[in-house]
């Protein structure tokens, strides 16, 4: 195990033991938007976290791979999957170092975004996220555009992708056509309630 697969690893295990909740259990609603009229599948879930994507997938009649770095949070998201009365396959992965197997109809990629990430790791992810998509499949990808309003002057500091040099990072062929391309804002309440708006993108790419 190499030193920055290790400390990705304790990153995220801090992060999650921190609180017995971290998110709101409920699953993003960019996702559940452009996936609600897709015919169900096989669909890879990275960086599922406590698993609510996971489940709703699951729910609406998915066969749902969810894949996480963080032991912690892949428990609590099989014991509420159990709870829901789904059934998921859960993949230890640092995604940097190792992938699932295997295509899928649906692969989605939700906000991943890392505070300990090496240059270039989450291009590289998001490129081998659309080799996993099967053809006739679609890459959903929802991601951070901006901080919050509310945010530090530091978190207001950082640099997130635009749309168009995400789709550059990802190398795509003629085959694949962008049925989804927008930059959506939404309000938003930091965690000492005061209330701002942040603005997310999300893509939805089909291949061909």
């Known amino acids: 195990m190499t030193e920055t697969v290790a400390n990705a690893e ?19 609603p960019l996702l559940v938007r ?11 879930d990275l960086g599922c976290g406590e698993g ?11 066969q749902v791979t969810a894949v996480d770095i963080s032991a912690t949070a892949m428990e609590r998201g099989a014991r509420r999957a159990a709870e829901a009365g789904v059934t998921i396959a859960w993949e230890r ?14 692969v989605s990629a939700q906000f ?13 992810i998001l490129r081998s996220a659309a080799a996993a998509v099967a053809p006739g499949g679609v890459l959903v990808i929802g991601a951070h555009a ?5 945010a530090s002057s530091e978190m207001h500091a950082h640099v997130f992708p635009t749309i168009e040099q995400v789709l550059e990072q990802l190398e795509l062929g003629p085959a694949w056509q962008v049925e ?8 938003s309440t930091s965690p000492d309630g005061v209330v701002g708006e942040r603005a997310d993108s999300v893509l939805r790419l089909r291949r061909g």
């Open 10 to 28: 304790e990153f995220w295990e801090d992060f999650y033991r921190e609180r017995a909740q971290i998110w709101t259990g409920n699953p993003n």
């Open 93 to 106: 992965h640092d995604l940097q170092a190792s992938f699932p197997a295997g295509t899928f109809d649906l």
């Open 52 to 62: 609510a994507d996971a489940i709703w997938l699951a729910k609406a009649g998915w």
């Open 146 to 150: 901006a901080a919050p309003s509310w």
């Open 180 to 187: 989804t391309a927008e930059l959506v804002h939404s309000p």
């Open 112 to 124: 991943l975004h890392s505070p300990v990430e090496r240059p270039d790791e989450r291009a590289g």
């Open 34 to 44: 452009e996936v609600s009229e897709l015919t169900p599948g096989t669909a890879l």
